[in-house]
């Protein structure tokens, strides 16, 4: 099941504390692009599959990651996309989106991107533990 455009979007504002429903889709389209970018794939065939249309195109046209990311740097990177974020906002950000993506996907879809991305990501996703 999709989970609707505004659903997403106003959890992701609610779990970020963003101020405005566009802060929260700019940190969404920002993340998301990024993610995209990391997977290949049935796993990102899925994933797209079960985010609302808006953020799917996104997943499926990624900006191009010349190699993966770690978790750190893929913060880093998020804050260099984000007008006026700093490594500490930009972890909010990431957090947020993507937790509300392990959410909205489930956990079996959510140990199958963990496993196609470097060690440390499964905070991001609010999974403490890599499966």
Known sequence: MVMRQEAFLDTVQERGKYATLQEADQAARVVLALLGAHLVG???????ARLPEAFALI???????????????????????????TEQTALWDVSAVLSVTADAVGQDLT?????????????????????
């Open 42 to 48: 049935q796993v990102r065939a899925e994933l797209a």
């Open 59 to 85: 997943l499926l046209n990624p900006l191009q990651a010349a190699e993966p990311l770690s978790a750190e740097r893929f913060v880093r990177a998020t804050a260099a996309w984000i007008e006026g974020a």
């Open 111 to 131: 140990a199958r991107i963990l496993l196609q991305l470097p060690p440390g990501y499964g905070l991001l996703f609010g999974h403490p533990h890599h499966t």
